[in-house]
């Protein structure tokens, strides 16, 4: 079994553990960026709904060369953001998720590619300062109080336009590429489909061409909690109390569902079965469930439960192509493609990516297969990213 470097020091927090295994494993002499933001009027949603004003956050890491031919845009994860790489300010803990991966000279060189992130709609750190984004939580111009459940349900496709949106107003006719993990990896391959013309090369990482009956059932338990909350009010909570504990337990399930056993053991070496807290009343937690929960809260304060809500609704109502057929969707792809699921992936299984690629391969198309080998699980396609950094280098250079 392997030892999680520095672990003593953290046994309490998380997050503040996470933050150290990634400073153990990499190397974070890091770039500073910025947050912009950009604005769409009367966006088009998939399902044919009009939202008048969509606001959505930003970021880029290198250069746009002459003919705009070097962009490789990143979509980010369910609880992710724009912020995939380098920092906002020398004295941040901790760089992007993705810097590992994303630099100078690393597998995605912003020496040679122009590297463009987008925070999504319905982003789940609605209540980050560092996170810009329009969904139920925003204030609705036509009403002048938030969208609540009044709000379009959107899919991963209106992720796309909306990314799309943005390329176009930089004058960009064709990515390079475009790369993401879980369910940005459902970004990129919908991007593969949607405007096959307009991309080169897509990496799916931890990911799945869609969202299967097991995969639907199982989200479901991550709106439960939030549903269930007396606080949640059908989503009018915007001027009341929130519903901080439905959303603190769909947290705590993302969590651990994210993480494969093994390291969650690896992380609470002291559990014993034999506590005494938990023997003498049913009100009592044992130790690893007051650690996750702890965990939970501590990050729900930047999040929004409705943001939860429809993010889980996209990830449901996700098939590549959104047409219901999802063979011929993938015969449109024009672009070269890469599937890096996690072996030990117990959330996506890797199964779910290698059958798209068998069928892109079946179809005629160029894809390739490798798998991401670790302790982490779904995770490993955040913190186990750089064993596979010289295929997404040979990928995306060749």
């Known amino acids: 079994m392997k030892k999680i470097p520095c672990l003593p020091l953290f046994r309490k927090h998380l997050l503040a553990l996470l933050s150290l295994l990634l400073f153990c494993q990499f190397s974070w002499a890091s770039f500073l960026v910025e947050k912009q933001r950009f604005s769409i009027d009367n966006f088009q949603t998939h399902n044919g ?18 003919d705009k031919s070097n962009a490789v845009l990143i979509t980010h994860y369910f609880t992710g953001s724009s912020h995939a790489a380098g920092k906002y300010h020398e004295s941040d803990a901790k760089p992007g998720y993705w810097d590992a991966i994303i630099g100078p000279g690393k597998a995605i060189d912003t020496n040679r590619f122009y590297v463009i992130s987008m925070d999504t709609l319905v982003n789940a750190n609605a209540n980050d300062k560092q996170v810009i984004t329009t969904g139920p939580a925003s204030i609705n111009p036509e009403t002048g109080k938030p969208w609540g459940l009044s709000f379009p349900v959107v899919t991963i496709r209106d992720f796309v336009e909306a990314q799309k949106a943005l390329t176009d107003s930089l004058g960009i006719k064709k990515l390079h590429a475009v790369v ?17 013309e307009q991309v080169g090369k897509m990496i799916s990482v931890i990911g ?4 299967d009956a097991w995969l639907v059932a ?8 939030i549903l269930n909350d007396p606080n949640w009010q059908q989503g009018d909570y915007y001027d009341k109390t929130p519903p901080l504990a439905g959303l603190t337990r ?43 929960y702890s965990a939970a809260q501590g990050r729900a304060s930047s999040m929004d439960a409705n943001h939860i809500l429809y993010l889980v609704r996209a990830c449901q109502l996700f098939i ?12 449109k792809v024009q672009a070269e493609t890469l599937f890096l699921p996690a072996t030990g992936d117990l959330l996506l299984f890797p199964e779910m990516a290698k059958q798209a690629h068998q069928q892109l391969q079946q179809a005629g198309k160029t894809s390739h297969y490798a798998e991401i080998q670790g302790d982490w699980g779904h995770l490993d396609g955040i913190y186990g990213i750089q064993q596979q950094a010289d295929t997404i280098k040979q990928f995306l250079e060749q």
Do not use: C
């Not at 799945?208 to 969202?211: G, L, N, P, R």
């Open 320 to 331: 590549a192509g959104h047409e219901g057929n999802l063979q011929n969707a993938l015969n």
């Open 208 to 211: 799945v061409a869609e969202a």
């Open 49 to 66: 709904k009009t939202i008048p004003n969509v606001t959505l956050g930003w970021e880029a890491y290198g250069q746009l060369n002459a």
């Open 218 to 225: 199982g989200l479901q338990k991550w709106s439960a909690p």
């Open 180 to 196: 993401g993990p879980s369910m940005g990896s459902m970004q990129a391959i919908e991007w593969a489909v949607a405007y096959p």
């Open 250 to 292: 769909s947290l705590a399930t993302i969590t651990q569902e994210a993480m494969h056993p093994r390291i969650f053991n690896q992380l609470n070496p002291q559990h014993s079965a034999m506590e005494a807290g938990p023997a003498a009343s049913i009100t009592q937690n044992f130790k690893v469930v007051d650690w996750l």
